[in-house]
C-alpha cells in the first residue's frame, strides 16, 4: 500500500504495510495513514491473482496477529476509517479533503485483513484483536471503552443505507452533493451537474460495494466451521443494540441494490486530479490509482465468470444478494427470531395502504412490480431462484401479488428453462426451482391460468419443435422429463416425490392439453411400468436362486418394488384426478390412454391399484366401445371427434369420487442444516474478488458448491 506500491507480490515488502504490521504503535493521528491510504497497486483481474493477494494478506497478518497485542494498530486502524466516515456524513464545508476515498481505502485493507483474521482464528480471538489499544500518544476518538467490533459493524450498516448511488438532477439538495459540487467547481470548468453526478455514482458505488463486501467476511467464519453456528459473537451484534434498528433499511437497501442491478463503472471513469493540502500530505487519489483500484470491483467469483459475462453484471447486485441471502439464513437468537427473516417475511408493496402490524418492528415497502421484473430477469443464478424461494415461501404478501400477475410467464420460463438444463444445473439449484413450481401449483388460479396462456417457438426445447404450447402443457413437458432424467441418472426419491407432486397439484385443472404432453404422460406410465416388470422379474429369479443357497443375503428387491408402485400409484392417481375433473377439456389425454390401453391391462387387478385403475378401466371401456361402433380405419381427427362427442355422453355419477389430489410444500425440520451450507457455498462460487484457500473451508465439500 501506500503511493510506491505497484503489485501484489511486492506487498510483503511495502514499508507501509511492514509499519501497520510492526513493532511501534502508530496513533490514530499520525500521517502515516494518509500516505497508507495512497495506496497504488495492480489489483487483481483473475484466481491466480486473488489468491496471490491472499498469500500476501496473511504474510502481513501473521506478523500484525504477533504484534497488536502490544501495538493495537489494527484498532488504530479501524478508528481511522470511522473517524473518516464521521467526516464524510457530516462535512458539507470541507472542500480540500476527498475522505470518501480514504474510507474506502482504509475500508479495503480492514476487509484484507478481516479475512484472514476470521479464516485463522476463533472469534473470542478475533474479538481480543478489537480490544487492544494503541500506546502511542493521545487519541482523537475519545478515552472511553468503545466496542469496536459493534462500531465498525454498524457503520458499515450505515454506509450501505445511508449513501445513496447519486446520479446527475438526484439528490442535489444533499451536503454530499453540496459539497462535491463546490469541490469539483475549484478544480474543473464544465457543467457540475452532467460531469460531476457520474463520478460521485462511481465512487459512492465504490464504498457501498466494500461495505457489503466486509459485512459478508464477518460473517464468513460460518466457513470454517463444519457444524452450523447458533451461538455467534457477530450473529448476537447484527441481532442486538446499535445494528437492530437498522434492520429493515438495511434488507430493504440491499433488495434495491439487487433490483436496480446497476453496472459497475468503467475503469478510469471516476478519476479525481491528487491534490495535496498545505502540509504535502496526499489526499486526493491518483488516475493510476483509480484505475487499478477499479480493477478488484469487476471481478467474479473465483473462476466463476468470463470478461464478457463481468461486463454485463452488476458487483453491487450480486453482493448485495448475497449478504441477503447470508442474513436471511443466519439461525434465530435464543431470545429473539432472526430479524432480518422477518423483516423479509413481512414487507410490503408500496401499492398497499394497509397498516402494519405493531408486533413487527420490522416491516418496510418494497415496489413490487421492480422486485418481480428483476426475479424474472436474473434467474439464471442460484442466488436469485433461492431469493425468490425465500419470498414465495416466506412473505405471503408478495405470493399473493406473483399468483395475481396476468405476466406469470416470465417467472415460471425461466424456473422451467433451469429444469430443462438439469445436467447443467447443480442439485441445489434445481432443488430450488421445482419447489418453487410446487409452491405456485398450490394455488387453483394458477393451475387455471397456465392453461390459458399461448406460447410461440420455445427454443431452447430441443426435444420435438413446439410452434404453439400452453404455458400448462410445457410445465408438464418439462417436470416430466426431469422425472425420466432423475430415474436414469440421480434416482433421488426427494425429486421424484416434488416432481409428482407438483403434477398432482394440477391434474384436476388440465386443459386442453397439447397432444405430445398427453403423450409423455402416458409414456412416462409406460417407463414405470417397464421398470416395475423388471424389478420384479430380478426379485423372483433372486427369490428362486436362493432355495438352495445360504450364502449371502438378498438384495432389497422389495423396497425397490414399494418405491416403483408408490410412483405408479401416483401417476395413475394424477390420469385419473383429469378424468373426472376434466375429461371434456383433454381429448389428447384420452386418444393416449386409448392407445397405449394395454399398459393398463396388468394394473387392474393389483391389489395396490385396483380402487384406482376403476374410472380408468371405465373410461379405456366406454371410448373404445364408441371406436369399435365408428369402424375401422379411423383418421386421428375421426378419433378425436369421436372422444369430444363421448366426452359430453360419458355418465360422470359412474365415476367413482376420490379425495382431491393436493400437496403442500413444508420444509424440512431444521432447514438451516440445507441452507446455509447452500447459501455459503454459493458466497465461495460466486462472491466478487474474494478468495478463501479450499483447505480452510469445513462447511462443505469443496464439490458441493
Not at 462535491?180 to 478544480?187: P, Q
Amino acid at each position: 500500500m501506500g503511493a510506491n506500491s505497484s503489485s501484489i507480490s511486492e506487498l510483503p515488502e511495502n514499508e507501509y504495510l511492514q509499519k501497520l504490521s510492526g513493532s511501534e504503535p502508530i496513533s490514530e493521528n499520525d500521517p502515516f495513514w494518509n500516505q497508507l491510504l495512497s495506496f497504488s497497486f495492480t489489483t487483481p483481474t483473475n484466481s491466480a491473482d486473488l489468491k496471490l493477494l491472499e498469500e500476501a494478506t496473511i504474510s502481513v497478518c501473521k506478523s500484525l496477529v504477533e504484534k497488536n497485542p502490544r501495538t493495537g494498530n489494527l484498532g488504530s486502524l479501524i478508528k481511522v476509517f470511522l473517524s473518516r466516515t464521521k467526516e464524510l456524513k457530516i462535512s458539507a464545508e470541507c472542500q480540500n479533503h476527498l475522505f470518501i476515498w480514504q474510507a474506502h481505502n482504509a475500508l479495503f485493507i480492514i476487509c484484507c485483513l478481516l479475512k484472514v483474521f476470521i479464516s485463522q482464528m476463533s472469534e473470542e480471538e478475533l474479538q481480543l484483536h478489537f480490544t487492544y489499544e494503541e500506546k502511542a500518544g493521545p487519541s482523537s476518538y475519545g478515552t472511553e471503552c468503545e466496542d469496536l467490533i459493534e462500531e465498525l459493524l454498524c457503520c458499515l450498516i450505515q454506509l450501505i443505507v445511508e449513501i445513496p448511488l447519486l446520479y446527475p438532477c438526484q439528490h442535489t439538495d444533499s451536503n454530499w452533493w453540496k459539497w462535491l459540487c463546490s469541490w469539483y467547481r475549484g478544480r474543473y470548468s464544465g457543467g457540475v451537474t452532467s460531469a460531476l453526478g457520474y463520478a460521485v455514482r462511481d465512487i459512492t458505488y465504490s464504498i457501498s460495494l466494500e461495505a457489503v463486501t466486509t459485512l459478508i467476511v464477518f460473517l464468513s467464519c460460518q466457513l470454517f466451521h463444519k457444524e452450523i453456528l447458533r451461538e455467534s459473537i457477530i450473529h448476537r451484534y447484527l441481532m442486538h443494540g446499535r445494528c437492530l434498528p437498522y434492520t429493515s433499511r438495511l434488507v430493504k437497501t440491499l433488495l434495491y441494490n439487487f433490483i436496480r442491478q446497476e453496472r459497475s463503472p468503467p475503469p478510469g471513469a471516476h478519476v479525481f486530479q491528487q491534490q495535496t493540502d498545505g502540509g504535502g500530505l496526499l489526499y486526493g487519489i491518483a488516475s493510476g490509482v483509480a484505475t487499478g483500484l477499479w480493477t478488484v470491483f469487476t471481478l467474479g467469483g473465483v473462476g466463476s465468470k468470463s470478461s464478457a459475462q463481468l461486463e454485463q453484471c452488476s458487483p453491487l447486485a450480486s453482493q448485495s444478494l448475497l449478504l441477503l441471502l447470508v442474513l436471511a439464513n443466519l439461525t434465530d437468537a435464543p431470545d429473539i427470531p432472526n430479524p432480518y427473516r422477518q423483516a423479509i417475511m413481512s414487507f410490503k408493496n408500496t401499492q398497499d395502504n394497509t397498516a402494519f402490524s405493531s408486533s413487527n418492528p420490522h416491516a418496510f415497502q418494497i415496489n413490487f412490480n421492480s422486485l418481480y421484473t428483476a426475479l424474472c430477469e436474473q434467474q439464471k443464478s442460484d442466488q436469485a431462484t433461492l431469493l425468490l424461494y425465500m419470498l414465495l415461501h416466506q412473505n405471503s404478501n408478495m405470493r399473493t401479488y406473483v399468483l395475481a400477475r396476468t405476466d406469470i410467464e416470465n417467472l415460471v420460463l425461466p424456473i422451467l428453462e433451469i429444469l430443462y438444463h438439469v445436467e447443467e444445473r447443480n442439485s441445489h439449484h434445481v432443488y430450488m426451482a421445482l419447489i418453487i413450481l410446487l409452491i405456485l401449483t398450490e394455488d387453483d388460479g394458477f393451475n387455471r391460468s397456465i392453461h390459458e396462456v399461448i406460447l410461440k417457438n420455445i427454443t431452447w426445447y430441443a426435444e420435438r419443435v413446439l410452434t404453439e404450447i400452453s404455458l400448462g402443457s410445457l410445465l408438464i413437458l418439462v417436470v416430466i422429463r426431469t422425472i425420466q432424467y432423475n430415474m436414469t441418472r440421480t434416482r433421488d426419491k426427494y425429486l421424484h416425490t416434488n416432481c409428482l407432486a407438483a403434477l398432482a397439484n394440477m391434474s384436476a385443472q388440465f386443459r386442453s392439453l397439447h397432444q405430445y404432453a398427453a403423450q409423455r404422460i402416458i409414456s412416462l406410465f409406460s417407463l414405470l411400468s417397464k421398470k416395475h416388470n423388471k424389478v420384479l422379474e430380478q426379485a423372483t429369479q433372486s427369490l428362486r436362486g436362493s432355495l438352495g443357497s445360504n450364502d449371502s443375503p438378498l438384495p432389497d428387491y422389495a423396497q425397490d418394488l414399494n418405491v416403483i408402485e408408490e410412483v405408479i400409484r401416483m401417476m395413475l392417481e394424477i390420469i385419473n384426478s383429469c378424468l373426472t375433473n376434466s375429461l371434456h377439456h383433454n381429448p389428447n389425454l384420452v386418444y393416449a390412454l386409448l392407445y397405449k390401453r394395454d399398459l393398463f391391462e396388468q394394473f387392474r387387478t393389483h391389489p395396490s391399484f385396483q380402487d384406482i385403475m376403476q374410472n380408468i378401466d371405465l373410461v379405456i371401456s366406454f371410448f373404445s366401445s364408441r371406436l369399435e361402433q365408428a369402424g375401422a380405419e379411423l383418421s386421428v381427427e375421426r378419433v378425436l371427434e369421436i372422444i369430444k362427442q363421448g366426452a359430453v355422453a360419458l355418465p360422470k355419477d359412474r365415476l367413482r369420487k376420490f379425495p382431491e389430489l393436493k400437496f403442500k410444500y413444508v420444509e424440512e425440520e431444521q432447514p438451516e442444516e440445507f441452507f446455509i451450507p447452500y447459501v455459503w457455498s454459493l458466497v465461495y462460487n460466486s462472491a466478487v474478488a474474494l478468495y478463501w484457500n479450499p483447505r480452510d473451508i469445513q462447511l462443505f465439500t469443496m464439490d458441493s458448491g
